[in-house]
């Protein structure tokens, strides 16, 4: 077993990698030792703020790389910097983090499950929530039978005001709106894949997805990809759908992002409900389940968002400690990658797709 901590290597510190630092701070199996930014002010200030005053500052991903120190990379890039940043990683040795979506196309992600399978080391693509508190909760209800065999997941997001939500600065949304750097859209693509990746960890692979995909233009040229409503047919003939809303004086109770999830899944004989996310309307109980006759609701869990990140996080620490697969393994993440493809191949073509297993 590996004693010495990890020596983590941050290639990325804009606005999420706050999240991403929680535990590798409080971790006694890491370290944070180098951080590199293109704005090596920005990191310069992160390793102020996260008190990592000896670590290494750099604008140069290589520098990172070739430093004995970092075994680590958590890559926390624009999406179209994904590939090439994760494949100098795995070919430097190093244990590989890289954040959602993995990359932006199939064959991109071919090339990097192919270099991630050739690697001794797990790489993970970075899922958080599939590790929030209520999802963990509503999936061990699931597993032990409590709404029988599911038959459909149903997925709410919606878009609100920020009043209260964490401050996200202007180049980490600019990037967002560009397709060559973004992939896809901002709520379909990029904040989909955590949709698309509870649908998968509750329903198994979708067979075909159909989508119509809106589009709200702001006064200031920006966009967001809402309306939308995508469905999806599972074996076994089970069902789900994701709809996306842009509501924008909807006050939503958030320290992150101003988005309201909620996800309802039904199965032979209950449903249940996970009612909180990125954020939450009013106060309700975090999960809920309806069976015979009875709603039971489900409070003691932490509910705060950070928290999928620092479980994600720890669970990656314990994974190359104690072995075990990461979540998401690179296969997982380009079958997640292949769900959100799907849904803007629909929308384009106004076709149903099919999604074969690989
Ligand atoms: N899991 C989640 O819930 C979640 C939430 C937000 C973002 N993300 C993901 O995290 C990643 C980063 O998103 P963000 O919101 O922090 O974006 P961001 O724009 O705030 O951060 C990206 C950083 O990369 C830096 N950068 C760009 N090109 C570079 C280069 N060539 N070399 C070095 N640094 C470079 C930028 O200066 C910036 O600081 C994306 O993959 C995004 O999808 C995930």
Redo the contacts with the bound molecule.
Sequence with gaps: MNTKPFGIGM???????D?HAIEYLQNPHARIVAL????VE??RRRASKWRVDDARIT???DELLADPEVDLVE?????H??LS?AEKAIAAEKIVS????MCVSIEEADRLVAAAELSERPFKV????VFFPPVIRAKQLIDEGAVGRPLAIRLKSNKGSNRTAWE??G??R???QERGSAGGGPLVF??G??KFALAWHFMGIAEEVHAFVGKTTYPDGSYVDAPSIISFRFPGNRVGSLELVDSPELEVITRH?AQDDKVEITGTKGVLWINVG?GRLGDPAPVALYRDGTVTTYHDMATG?EE??VLSTRHYLDVLRNGGAPVLTAAEGRRVLRFALAAEESARTGRTVRVTAD
Excluded: M
């Design positions: 290639v990325g510190t804009g606005r999420i990698s999240l590199c930014d293109r704005d920005l990191a604008d140069d991903i890559i926390l890039l624009p999406h910097l994904h940043a890289l954040q959602k979506p970075f899922e958080n929530f996200v600065p180049p980490t600019a990037w967002r990029d904040d894949h955590h992002y990125h968002w999928s990140f």
